[in-house]
């Protein structure tokens, strides 16, 4: 998110305010910023950086501020579902119908009191498993570097920053090389820009521009600085801009479509409850029972424990995540998790084990070179940006570490993304150095001459093919290949750049093998029975990653070099995108228009990475998953951290987050169809009846048992064929279900009236029957509906579901044959009556298992 500041007249003077400000902190003399922040170049004591967190909190921008536990109990009433209880409440209050308005505000009551107590709840596991995978930054404490907690960060600290870095607070540079910042969360561009130590602004045109200011929310791209933090928190410029936007929720599908579901009932609700109040004020001459049985209609149209199941499902299925060791940093992104049909990943680490070894260092003949590997080692050794895995191989080789000694570094060029190699200048025996290393092609763009057996050779158009076919073999072979180039320095100076990666000797080539992971074969087959495809999205060579991805048993559709994609339109990429499977040589835009591509059409598309490069695709994923080793710009991207980068832990994320959108569907379909049946029963029955077919009280009590019945859903089983399919929201599918489901129950209801009509059963037996038969077959037919097998033989309900919903059927027959019935209308019924309810029930639920084979067939039953 670009975060835009709203310009006004008072908004206009801060800014000027707060350019002049950091204007100041720019143009000081770092030694003026010592003495002002109390700090030097060696950083804060921890007693000192204590005390300051003790004075300035923590460095933690536009938190939202929490709210204390009764502001918090009060805005859960502000659900759409739960206002309509209470305006219905409080007219029937107004009506001086106390017994039903009590009634509807304790329904009020309870849903919301356990809403409220799972909500905080959740939060309270969802904190202490994000705090599992915080960001760290690197400081200067007690004069050493040490790792702290980013919101631990004081102004007067010390941070030392690399590639890959989140800028953790307000800076102000102290040293740097090469150093390129992405601002994109601040200014909306992409591009990197360049920051120096030195002051320099003198076309100053905003406070963005300072030039050796970085700004928290960007990240580091490349280079390595130092910088001393000048402000932290909400006093930040990202903070200060930040909290602008903080109360603004980005919806996820899962949001839209719970919001789409609410309003499609609260709609159904006003145009039904008007037809009722105004059939039986014209039919029964009585318009304020005519009312309050309108408004008691209503109250069962309103699925008011929808907000309390969806928060215990979330939260159930985030803790059950974490046991599988998949952290959910955002709730609301199980769903996508568990709808994703696309996964685009990097190779590295999760079709392979990882764990990258260095097989072999050769010259551009492919023979065994020790000099070669040393070159590399000392490359390797002497830069200070991110180390990646390639270089942990390198310098695995500990016993080169002693040589190192006779090496004095003067200077580096850190890699970046549109070189792709990174250099080292040393000097030894006062003679100076350049190493570079890098991707193949890369180097032998900037190499003018190759060496073998000792002796140097200048380059020419027929030694080209020569050369490069070492590479080609080695990548055949499986290996990732980088290149060494190396030259002579003979002009002296302070600092190099790349201007002098010219120019270079070709020296050889040193081969890597990240080898497959065990069982990786077979955890790609389970993701494709769970109706995931795969997408390699990787920086790596075309050989190397078909390679890898023919052993694990990865049907290739094609491949594509990024190099291909640069002059193509969106459209193109669209085609190209749905019709090939590896893509190499990716830049971090690529990958980015890759899943834009696919999501437009319709895809949940997921997207695993780790690195610098994979911020924006992680940002525009619909489920961004990164792990926990990950650098920082990745993990604060992410919805989904995984603690250990393996696909099997993707697979069970997946599974539980269909798990999660299963047993809230089941609620959906349940409440939607039944209520929906719920509202046409009456309409209809009130043309004929001269009576009203059951009273409101009697009504209520049929709604709040019911809704408790529906409670012990999150605990539920699912069956092992609903989860092998990505599961997206459907809101036409909840419409069909409930207008057939939904008439279904109105037909048994008119059964019943008829039944009781023909027996001339008198008014309080008439409402007693119809009471039981709505609650028993509303109750019973989760049962039916949870599933698409036959119930009870092919699948069975959690222990849990099945003790509640016989509870709540015999709590409904007790109430009715107790004093308590009487008060509410209810009468004792004769042994046969109890047999024709059992005898409709049975025929009902028979009804909606034959429906429902039918439904699946037609509609492919969720």
Not at 29 to 47: A, D, K, V
Not at 53 to 72: C, F, Q, S, W
Not at 81 to 110: E, H, P, Q, R
Not at 458 to 480: A, C, H, M, S
Request: proline share 4%; with cysteine.
């Amino acid at each position: 998110m670009v975060i835009t500041p709203v310009i006004g007249k008072k908004n206009s003077q801060n800014q000027k305010a707060r350019l002049l400000e950091y204007k100041d902190y720019s143009d000081a003399p770092i030694e003026n910023l010592y003495e002002r922040f109390n700090t030097s170049i060696n950083g804060l004591s921890q007693e000192e950086a204590e005390e300051r967190l003790d004075t300035y909190g923590y460095n933690e921008p536009a938190r939202k501020k929490k709210k204390n536990v009764i502001l918090r109990f009060l805005f859960t009433f502000l659900n759409p579902l739960v206002i309509v209880l209470l305006i219905i409440a409080t007219t029937s209050l107004f009506l001086d119908n106390k017994i039903g308005a009590y009634l509807i505000y304790l329904m009020a009551f309870i849903s919301v009191t356990l809403t409220f107590f799972q909500e905080f709840k959740a939060d309270k596991e969802s904190a202490k498993l994000i705090e599992m995978v915080s960001s760290t930054a690197t400081v200067y404490r007690d004069n050493k570097l040490t790792e702290i907690k980013i919101k631990e960060i004081v102004p007067g600290d010390i941070i030392f920053l690399s590639a890959g870095d989140m800028i953790p607070a307000d800076l102000r540079l102290i040293t740097c090389k090469d150093l390129f910042i992405n601002q994109a969360s601040l200014t909306g561009e992409s591009f990197p820009q360049e920051k120096y130590p030195v002051s320099d602004n003198k076309n100053l045109k905003s406070i963005i521009d300072l030039n050796n200011i970085l700004f928290m929310g960007s990240s580091v791209l490349t280079g390595t600085a130092l910088a001393i933090v000048i402000q932290t928190g909400s006093k930040t410029q990202f903070g200060e801009l930040a909290q602008k936007i903080v109360k603004i929720r980005t919806e996820t599908s899962f949001d839209k479509g719970l919001r789409k579901y609410t309003w499609l009932m609260i709609r159904l609700m006003s145009i039904l409850v008007v037809v009722i109040f105004a059939i039986n004020a014209l039919t029964k001459n009585n318009i304020l029972e005519a009312l309050f049985f309108a408004l008691a209609v209503a109250i069962g149209m309103t699925p008011e424990m929808l907000p309390l199941l969806v928060a215990i499902n979330l939260s159930k299925g985030a803790i059950s995540m974490s046991r599988k060791k998949v952290i959910v940093k955002r709730l609301n992104s199980i769903q996508n998790f568990g709808a994703m049909n696309i996964l685009c990943t990097d190779k590295t680490g999760t079709l392979t084990i990882d764990k990258i070894v260095l097989e072999r260092h050769c010259d551009i003949k492919g023979e065994e070179d020790e000099e070669v590997l040393k070159f590399t080692y000392i490359n390797s050794y002497y830069q200070t940006g991110l180390k990646n895995l390639l270089d942990r191989a390198i310098l695995e080789h500990e016993e080169l570490e002693e040589e190192m000694l006779n090496y004095k570094k003067i200077d580096e060029m850190p890699f970046d993304f549109s070189r792709k190699i990174m250099s080292v200048v040393v000097e030894r025996d006062n003679k100076r150095l350049l190493i570079t290393k890098g991707r193949p092609e890369e180097i032998f763009k900037r190499c003018t001459k190759y060496e073998y057996d000792g002796n140097i050779y200048n380059i020419d158009e027929q030694i080209w093919p020569v050369l490069k076919t070492e590479v080609e073999k080695l990548n055949f072979e499986g290996f990732r290949t980088v290149a060494i180039g190396y030259k002579d320095i003979l002009t002296i100076k302070d600092v190099y750049s790349k201007e002098d990666e010219e120019g270079l000797i070709l020296k050889g080539y040193i081969a890597f093998l990240d080898p497959p992971k065990p069982g990786v074969r077979e955890t790609l087959k389970l993701l494709n029975e769970l109706g995931i495809e795969l997408k390699i999205l990787t920086g790596d060579n075309a050989l190397v990653t078909k390679n890898i991805c023919d052993y694990v048993g990865i049907k290739i559709k094609g491949s594509v070099n990024g190099d291909n994609l640069n002059d193509l339109s969106d459209d193109e990429i669209k085609k190209v995108a749905l019709e090939n499977t590896i893509f190499t040589r990716l830049t971090p835009i690529q990958k980015e228009k890759i899943i834009k591509a696919l999501q437009s059409e319709n895809n949940i598309v997921g997207f695993l990475g780790d690195g610098i490069n994979d911020a924006p695709a992680l940002k525009v994923a619909d489920v961004g998953i990164s792990v926990n080793n990950a650098v920082d710009i990745a993990k604060e991207t992410a919805d989904i951290i995984l603690l250990e980068k393996s696909l099997s832990a993707l697979e069970d994320g997946v599974i539980e987050g269909r798990r999660v959108f299963g047993n809230i569907v089941k609620y959906i379909k349940m409440g939607s169809s039944s209520n929906f049946g719920n509202m046409i029963s009456p309409t209809i029955a009130s043309i004929f009846l001269k009576f009203l077919p059951m009273l409101p009280i009697q009504i209520l009590l049929n709604n709040f048992l019911y809704d408790l019945s529906q409670i012990s859903i999150p605990t539920d089983n699912i069956d092992p064929d609903y989860i092998k399919k990505p599961k997206p929201w459907d809101i036409q599918f909840i419409k069909r279900f409930m207008f057939i489901f939904g008439p279904i129950s109105s037909v048994f209801d008119l059964i019943t009236f008829g039944v009781l009509i023909l027996m001339k059963a008198p008014q309080d037996v008439f409402h007693t029957v119809w009471f039981l038969e709505s609650l028993t077959t509303q109750t019973l037919v989760i049962h039916i509906i949870r599933t698409q097998k036959i119930p009870f033989i092919q699948s069975k309900p959690s222990r849990p579901l099945l003790i509640t919903s016989l509870l709540i059927v015999g709590a409904g027959y007790a109430i009715v044959y107790s004093s308590i019935g009487k008060h509410m209308g209810f009468t004792g019924l004769p042994g046969y009556y109890i047999g024709i309810i059992a005898g409709i029930v049975i025929c009902y639920l028979f009804t909606v298992q034959f429906a429902k084979k039918i439904f699946s067939i037609k509609y492919s039953y969720n």
